[in-house]
């Protein structure tokens, strides 16, 4: 019987003409003939290299073994052609055996049906993996001697440099490109300075900058957000050269440059455009900006802190808390091995309700130092202590010189200190119970983190389960609620209470944009029209203070609140006086049956006919015309036509299942009651009602007064 082989052939690069793939081809074609084989199929990788490919990893391989076809042998050119590695090439051959078929080499003889043959191939294989192993450390240090001796080892050059002619001696280095490295600065500066790279793409865009060079690069092609990052994050700006450029985006840190002896990175200063500590400052802003745009906008504007680290997920078994999440532009909190969901807005409210219902009388408490027994030193405390609260509200409201606010601050700490340790007391060991209990104080926390404080410092364990039904109320079954114990509970810092609160009372009378947002329930934006039309009171101080009036906001949210009210309400009476104008002039398909005194078929049939004007509406609003409906019975009550003649006749008589209606009874009853003769039936079409109206109803009351 004449056996059957495959051939395969692989080649890494196409211009090694040596051992090109129809070179290979062809000689297995030949070696097959000679040995009486006759060829069922040939597979290539070409472009595929077997250093870094397993023969399991590649395409045409993976081919052969799946082929339908059977096959006795596989015929290659060389071992190596195969595998340059001896696992790789056991493996190879295991896999081949399990089909019952051998590999059989052209220019090596190997005969892998015995012992001996098989010792060969896998030694074969090991000269093949020292082979390729020797050619990477030639490769390896070729690349190391160039780039230690300052010369291009190859890749695409970084934007804004080129590769020129070596002054001294053979090979190519690199040098700025004076055609484009105006434009590298100009990116770094805008970079330096705070802005964006969506900005900076643009400014590229508006001064017509040329595009970086490649042979991807297609017509149509623009500056984009990873293209300016990419030219950012080049190590060549602070004059480092990259090991292997060739290789993917450069990393944003250090370890894949060229490095001296000590491990400290070779700079040259005549590629370098900046230096290494605003790389770093560069590397530092894109980061933080990468960071922040890998948070959902929604997500921030939608989110709260108030139960971060506060709510347990029960639904699994992973011990951690929920995050915050958003779903459908609402903010809930979703547990990220699960991903169970719970309202956020609805879970606050139901702790709000059982805080203020369980809690609510509960004293608060806050740390004070110890008060001096001296009168003297006590009169001096309270004086340094309200120089102090002056100095700090002057800071705040940035109505005074920072600078000398601050030294003025320090002093006054040192001289309160030295008071203190002279009257042997130590601030920040006392308790003092305030004149607020908890109801209290959640009334007057103006943002989320202060409630966040004051829920830490009362719940013990918040515990969040599965629910078993749907709907839009939260379901109490869910929550496990578990208050701490603690006797003397801490008020949040920046609610009012003692002198050091006071200093944050400003926190209850400005808020932020985004604290304004929250209260209004609108988006930033309509805070800041609102601010831009002076609907909202706004003061001048720095970013990190807030800036907004608290009780414009409040009338700002009440006005916003009564125009919406408002707008309802007249939007309800315009859409009332449409549909009282539409029942004045159009009328329904069931009106204009009752108008008429018919049936709905006969309405139907007129309107088929276009004897009714009938115009395109939704459903719910009338469309008929009242003129063309009451024009229409009028004339059939004058004339006579079969339209009429029909309606009058279901006056007359009634079907079998109109009758059955009538009496209360069902249709087999009534066909019974037909056949004892005691109501009356007419010979007509089945179509047509043969009941009469008149004999029901007298059968009706027949049946009424008959007694049981």
């Given amino acids: 019987m004449t056996s059957q082989a495959m051939l395969y052939a692989r080649i890494s690069v196409a211009t090694e003409e040596s051992v090109s793939v129809a070179r290979q081809l062809l000689q297995g074609r030949l070696y097959a003939e000679a040995r009486g084989w006759d060829v069922v199929g040939e597979f290539v990788d070409d472009g595929v290299s077997a250093t870094l490919t397993k023969p399991d990893d590649r395409v045409a391989w993976q081919h052969l073994l799946a082929s339908p076809t059977w096959f006795d042998v596989v015929v290659i050119w060389k071992v190596d052609r195969l595998a340059r590695r001896v696992i790789d090439f056991l493996h190879a051959d295991e896999a081949l055996q399990e089909r019952g078929a051998a590999i059989v080499c052209v220019e090596q003889i190997i005969d892998l049906t015995t012992g ?67 434009w590298v600065r100009g990116m770094v500066t805008r970079a330096l300075q705070g802005d964006t790279l969506h900005s900076i793409a643009r400014w590229l865009e508006a001064e017509n900058a040329p595009l970086p060079r490649g042979p991807r690069r297609r017509a149509n092609s623009q500056w984009s957000y990873s293209v300016v990052r990419y030219l950012l994050i080049n190590p060549v700006l602070a004059g480092m050269t990259l090991c292997n450029p060739s290789q993917g985006v450069p990393s944003t840190r250090t370890r894949d440059v060229l490095r001296d002896s000590r491990g400290r990175p070779v ?54 808390p929920m995050r915050p999440s958003s779903h459908r532009g609402r903010g809930t909190l979703k547990c990220p091995r699960c991903c169970q ?24 408490f806050a740390k004070t130092g110890a ?14 202590e309200e120089e102090l609260r002056n100095a700090a509200e002057a800071l705040i409201k940035d109505t005074g010189d920072a600078d000398e606010l601050s030294r003025t601050i320090a002093a006054l700490k040192k001289v309160k200190a030295r008071l203190q340790r002279r009257a042997r007391v130590h601030a920040g060991r006392g308790m ?14 103006a943002t989320d983190e202060q409630r966040r404080e004051l829920l830490v410092g009362q719940i013990g364990r918040l515990t969040i389960y599965r629910g078993n039904r749907g709907g839009s109320d939260l379901d109490r079954t869910r929550v496990q609620l578990l208050w701490r114990d603690d006797t003397k509970q801490l008020a949040p810092q920046g609610v009012a209470g003692n002198p050091v609160h006071e200093l944050f009372r400003e926190r209850a009378e400005w808020v932020s944009f985004a604290e304004a947002a929250r209260m209004v329930g ?9 601010v831009e039309t002076r609907k909202i009171e706004q003061r001048k101080v720095h970013r990190v203070h807030p800036s907004l009036s608290t009780p414009s906001v409040v009338d700002f949210k009440r006005e916003r609140d009564a125009s919406k009210q408002v707008a309802v309400q007249r939007n309800a009476a315009k859409l009332e006086q449409e549909v009282f104008r539409d029942r004045v002039e159009w009328v329904s398909i069931r009106e204009a049956a009752e108008m008429g005194g018919c049936s709905l078929i006969v309405v139907r049939r007129a309107l088929a006919r276009g004897m009714i004007e009938q115009r395109t509406v939704t459903r719910p609003h009338p469309s008929l015309s009242r003129r063309s409906v009451d024009e229409f019975f009028a004339g059939q009550r004058t004339a006579t036509n079969p339209v009429r003649e029909h309606c009058r006749e279901r006056q007359k008589w009634v079907s079998f299942l109109e009758a059955a209606a009538i009496v209360g009874c069902s249709v087999d009853d009534m066909r019974n009651y037909v056949a004892r003769g005691s109501i009356t039936q007419r010979k007509v079409a089945r179509v047509y009602p043969s009941l009469s109206r008149r004999s029901v109803m007298d059968f009706k009351r027949r049946s009424k007064n008959r007694p049981a």
């Fill in 522 to 530: 609108c988006s930033d934006g309509v805070i800041r029209r609102a």
């Fill in 267 to 320: 700079v040259r200063k005549d590629l370098a455009i900046i230096t290494m500590a605003e790389r770093k400052q560069v590397l530092k802003l894109l980061e933080q900006r990468a960071r922040r745009a890998a948070i959902s906008r929604v997500l921030n504007t939608l989110t709260s802190p108030i139960l971060t680290d506060l709510a347990w997920c029960g639904a699994c078994s992973r011990n951690a």
């Fill in 371 to 384: 008060r001096p027994a001296d009168p003297i030193d006590l009169v001096k405390l309270d004086r340094i």
């Fill in 116 to 182: 001996e043959g098989r010792a060969f191939a896998q030694m074969l294989a090991v000269f093949g993996e020292l082979e390729a192993a020797s050619i990477s450390a030639r490769v390896r240090a070729a690349r190391s001697h160039l780039l230690a001796t300052g010369r291009v080892a190859g890749g695409t050059k970084p934007y804004g440099w080129y590769s020129v002619p070596n002054p001294n001696g053979p090979g190519r280095v690199l040098a700025q490109d004076p055609e484009r490295i105006d």
């Fill in 341 to 364: 969901v719970i309202s956020l807005a609805q879970l606050v409210s139901y702790l709000e309700r059982r805080l203020i219902a369980e809690r609510g009388p509960l004293p608060m």
């Fill in 432 to 445: 003092e119970q305030l004149n607020l209990n908890v109801e209290d104080i959640w009334r007057r926390c």
